[in-house]
């Protein structure tokens, strides 16, 4: 580009010959001295070295002279002043191009550089070239950087050095060298060129602005350096750098066309750093709701504090991604978990407080709780050291009293706890590589549908995603492959958790789970568990087996679908009840587990893969239907599919109602539970009283409690061979057990009837 062919400007100041008037002997500003008839200047028409050109006597320490035409100045433009000059007589002085800036306002812009290097004359006669370069940008080979403020330039010369000598000086030329700068001018446009200085030191913002305003769909580059950024930065238009930025924590880079990770990760030349200004960015209003990682790696020492990287946001509720890339973390002791004993108070009125606190001031946020009383997966959520009380998130089982407790403060790749409210976030296609050194995700306290879909979290070390509030609100995890770091720990010996909800409507689909303590702990209702592959095995032979997923709500209303269950069972329990006695809430009720492929390999015979633990008595089942599943033992039969765990308490068989096991297949399994169970009563003799026995089918040891139907198969005879056609009336709940049904026929009889059996009240 050259400014003199594509705008017309006229950038070559007046000859000597047309006229001294336009020549200034001062700064070139209008109304200063000109060298029209000066004593000291004259026009020598024709020199054998330059033709017409202007003689001076220098008579000043430094003799001025300025064109009084406006030389224009542009951002991106870069002006070479060249005058030719020689030594005619007297004493020998120093020529150097210089300048006079001037703002749009025509007042002087002051602290610039506006002389160029001198050069001594040094013998008469010979002729000396002097040149300066002047321009907008600090760049190698501009003598004059003048930035974005002037306007134009006053441009010619300054003699300096002794007076009393005679110079000779040819037209002073002005020419337009960008190109020799920036060769792909049409395409790019440089922020050096708009202020920038790129020293670490000055605050180059108002030049990326200014680059940004300027670049009209071209794109901005930025030079070798490091650019200070003080506030926050929006641009508009596409960038690249190869110089990197530096900015204070609070302050937001919203890169609108280039928002990924790549081009962060050479603004800051920090992945790290990148991905947390990719974060804060991303948690902000920009054009764009996801944050594409392209595919890259980025190395962690250290956890993702996301409300530390974006100090002025505590909350969102726009949908935002995190995408496509990979998360990896070194080993260090930034990832080292935390411990602190305490004791506290606890006090089932106030069901999710900790009071009287003792080492307070240690316990961190998001800190597991553990002790007497305490259920799994029950986090610090709030930190009051003044009133020395913690808020749970999950009321304690244990009732009220002082105890003591340990708090553990587990370290993750992303730790989102310090929000206190986040909605629809979601993580897309990025692979964790934990390796045993880290936790994966912690939940914001508050929130609703994070989301974590097609990725990848491997060998977590104590957790993979953890929810320490109800930011697990409608959580779902569709398409994840999560592997364990405890893969060749025997079962019972593991403590890593996958994923625990406090929470509704958590929605798990097609998704992998590998060898966790526990898969899931899922507090709430609502969920629904579809199409996942969970398993926990070891290489033990008769070994023991432990929950996979955990519901700690009563009445659930969820739906455990299509599943393959492998080498873990189902637990129900009301471990999060300040007081689990029933009182008058819900009882168990509301699951339906249909439809799964469930699988024991090399097992104990009592394990079972559904139980159900009440924490406190009275309770009772209310609504559960197990249908259409497969159920399988390999290398081993087991007793059966289902029992009551009564380390705490048993369910009251009394108010059985709604519980429906049928159409299972079962192999390898002892005993087939069936609710409601069709038994035959066969018999030979002929009695009035006969007896059903169906306690082995009826699940959870269940009552027999009710009679749906009784049809004879068969003529029923009495002992003389005639038929008895009279009906028997039918007594329930009968043995020690309660699970015998008894016939009463109005005279002795024999023959084969069915009977169909329940253990609950269907209605």
């Known amino acids: 580009m050259n400014i003199a062919i594509t705008d017309g400007v006229n950038l070559t100041p007046s000859a000597f010959e047309l006229g001294l008037d336009q020549w200034s002997s001062g700064n070139g500003t209008a109304g200063s001295a000109s060298y029209a008839g000066a004593s000291n200047a004259a026009l020598v028409p024709a020199d054998a070295d330059f033709g017409a050109c202007l003689e001076l006597v220098k008579t000043q320490s ?19 002043i060249t005058a030719r000059v020689k030594a005619v007589s007297g004493n020998f002085c120093a020529v150097r191009i210089a300048g006079y800036a001037m703002n749009a306002a025509n007042a002087h812009v002051g602290g610039l550089v506006e002389e160029a290097a001198p050069v001594t004359l040094t013998s008469y006669g010979k002729v000396v070239t002097v040149q300066a370069i002047v321009g907008s940008g600090t760049r190698a080979g501009v003598d004059m950087a003048w930035g974005t403020a002037p306007a134009y330039g006053h441009f010619g ?19 337009d060298i960008t190109e020799a700068f920036l060769r792909t001018l049409m395409d790019v446009v440089d922020v050096r060129d708009y202020g920038a200085r790129g020293d670490g030191s ?82 902000s209003y920009t054009d764009s709701n996801v944050f594409d990682l392209c595919g890259r790696r980025v190395d962690l020492t250290a956890p993702i504090d996301v409300k530390a990287a974006v100090p002025d946001t505590s909350s969102w509720a726009n949908r ?13 002791s930034a990832w080292n978990s935390t411990t602190v004993s305490s004791t506290a108070t606890y006090a089932t009125g106030q069901a999710y407080i900790l009071s009287n606190v003792s080492n307070i001031a240690n316990i961190p946020v998001g800190a597991r709780v553990s002790g007497a009383g305490v259920g799994r997966e029950v986090y610090v959520q709030a930190v009051d050291p003044g009133a020395a009380k913690l808020t ?56 609703d549908t994070f989301g974590l879909r097609d990725c990848w979290m491997v060998k977590p070390k104590d957790r993979a995603i953890t929810s320490i509030g109800r930011g697990c609100q409608n959580l779902y995890i569709d398409r994840c492959d999560f592997l364990s770091n405890e893969l060749d720990v025997n079962v019972e010996d593991r403590t890593s958790v996958c994923v625990n909800v406090n929470a509704n409507d958590t929605k798990i689909r097609d998704s992998r789970f590998v060898r966790f303590g526990t898969t899931m702990v899922l507090d709430g209702t609502g969920h ?35 599943n393959y269950i492998d080498n873990n069972f189902i637990e129900w329990t009301n471990e999060y009840a300040p007081d689990p006695d029933l009182g008058v809430q819900y009882s168990f009720g509301g699951l339906t587990m249909t439809g799964n492929t469930c699988i024991m390999d090399d097992v104990a015979a009592w394990v079972t893969w559904l139980s159900i633990k009440p924490y406190g008595s009275g309770h009772y089942i209310q609504g559960l239907t197990v249908s259409n599943n497969v159920f399988k033992s390999l290398n081993g039969n087991i007793n059966r599919i289902e029992k009551v765990d009564t380390s705490f308490a048993d369910l009251d068989y009394a108010r059985m109602r709604n519980i429906v096991f049928e159409n299972n297949i079962f192999n390898a399994v002892n005993q087939m539970t069936v609710n409601p169970v069709t038994v035959q009563v066969s018999q030979s003799s002929a009695q009035t009283v006969w007896t059903a026995d169906a306690a082995a089918y009826l699940p959870f040891g269940g009552w027999a409690r009710n009679v749906e139907s009784l049809v004879a198969v068969g003529a029923i005879t009495n002992g003389a061979g005639n038929r008895v056609n009279a009906m028997p009336y ?34």
Not at 66 to 78: C, S
Not at 159 to 167: A, D, F, H, K, R
Not at 746 to 762: C, S, T, Y
């Open 528 to 562: 629904v568990i579809v199409g996942n592959h969970w398993f926990q095995g070891d290489g033990q032979v008769n070994g023991p087996r432990v929950p996979g997923l955990v519901f700690c709500s009563p009445n659930v209303q969820s739906t455990v679908t299509g």
């Open 202 to 283: 000055t605050d180059d913002r108002a030049a990326f602005l200014a680059a940004d305003a300027a670049a009209d769909g071209r794109t901005i580059i930025v030079p070798a350096g490091s650019y200070r950024i003080a506030s926050s930065l929006a641009i508009d238009s596409p960038i690249r750098f190869t110089g990197t930025l530096s900015m204070p924590a609070a302050a937001r880079l919203v890169l609108q066309k280039n928002f990924d990770f790549p081009t962060y990760a050479q603004a800051f030349g920090d992945e790290e750093l990148a991905l947390k200004k990719g974060l804060q960015a991303l948690l």
């Open 62 to 80: 430094t003799q001025k002279l300025r064109w009084m035409g406006q030389t224009p100045i542009l951002p991106g433009v870069y002006l070479r």
């Open 157 to 175: 010369l300054d003699l300096t050095g002794q007076t009393g000598g005679v110079v000779r000086i040819e037209d002073i030329v002005i020419e």
């Open 392 to 447: 749970l998130s999950q009321p304690l089982y244990g009732g009220s009293g002082t105890r003591s407790y340990s708090f553990t403060r587990y370290k993750y790749a992303l730790d989102f706890s310090g929000m206190d409210y986040l909605s629809r976030f979601t993580i897309d296609n990025v692979e964790f590589l934990l390796g045993g050194v880290a936790s994966g995700i912690l939940l914001p306290r508050e929130g």
């Open 320 to 332: 935002r991604v995190l995408a496509n890339g990979q998360i990896s973390v070194s080993a260090g």
């Open 730 to 763: 039918v007594t329930t709940e009968q043995g020690a057990s309660k699970t015998l049904v008894t016939l009463t026929w109005p005279e002795a009889a024999k023959g084969k009837v069915n009977l169909r059996i329940r253990m609950d009240n269907p209605n």
